[in-house]
């Protein structure tokens, strides 16, 4: 069983659409996260919840929205996609509320998102 | 502010040789951990060491082991006898336990040779 995953692994869309990723975690963890890797293989988190109530809102355009309903899960959706939205977009659970500085990271396998 | 930095961009190594891939951070908080991640070519984020900065001992498991020097500020990830499934992205990160975020250097590409 995978721990962390996330759908869909792929997904090519048009310019000005909106779009959704969805991902579950089966290891019970309290934390979740989203994690954007551009081009350039760079890592940066977007967004962060500890049981369903977000933590960490980096500096995101606010065409993605989060959603958390239950612990288990948190989705990603984007709104009026562009072609910068092109990216591989991780998300990722830990145990505790990620303020420990050993709460491992764990994430899926990745989305990965492109833009036409 | 923290800060992650890994200087080499690309690395090779000969199939069972051992090879370091180096890291070096900044961060003004007392207690933080390292992390060390593997990206195959497949796409997946890998976790496969942590190093807590008050840990006595390096951190090892099995053929990776973390050669932490906190006076330098280093935290370099040795990688013993080296296979060819060995050859992905590998990516220094740190968090402090003043913050939420884990923050990721560029990374090093590795490539082993047969």
């Known amino acids: 069983d995978t721990a962390v995953s996330q759908t869909p692994k792929y997904l090519v869309t048009q310019m000005g659409n909106d779009k959704s990723i969805k991902c579950e975690q089966n290891l019970g963890h309290d934390t979740m996260y989203w994690y954007k890797q551009d081009s350039k293989k760079f890592l940066k988190i977007m967004f962060s919840?500890?049981?369903?109530?977000?933590?960490i809102n980096e500096t995101v355009p606010n065409r993605f929205s989060p959603k958390s309903p239950d612990k288990a899960h948190l989705n990603l959706h984007i709104n009026s996609l562009e072609l910068g939205d092109s990216a591989v977009y991780f998300c990722?659970?830990?145990?505790?509320?990620?303020?420990?500085?050993?709460?491992?990271?764990?994430f899926g396998e990745g989305s990965w998102l492109t833009v036409v | 502010a923290q800060k992650i930095t890994q200087t080499q961009p690309g690395m090779f190594v000969q199939e069972k040789e051992a090879v370091t891939l180096d890291c070096t951070y900044d961060t003004s908080d007392p207690s933080y951990g390292l992390f060390w991640y593997k990206q195959p070519s497949s796409g997946e984020m890998i976790f496969l060491i942590y190093q807590g900065s008050y840990d006595q001992q390096n951190a090892t498991e099995g053929r990776y082991s973390l050669n932490f020097q906190k006076a330098r500020k280093s935290a370099n990830l040795v990688i013993s006898a080296s296979q060819l499934g060995d050859s992905a992205m590998y990516f220094c990160?740190?968090?402090?336990?003043?913050?939420?975020?884990?923050?990721f250097g560029s990374g090093t590409r590795l490539l082993v040779r047969p």
């Open positions: 990160a740190m968090r402090g336990d003043s913050s939420y975020k884990l923050i």
């Open positions: 919840y500890n049981n369903k109530e977000l933590i």
């Open positions: 990722a659970s830990s145990q505790d509320n990620g303020q420990w500085a050993s709460d491992t990271i764990y």
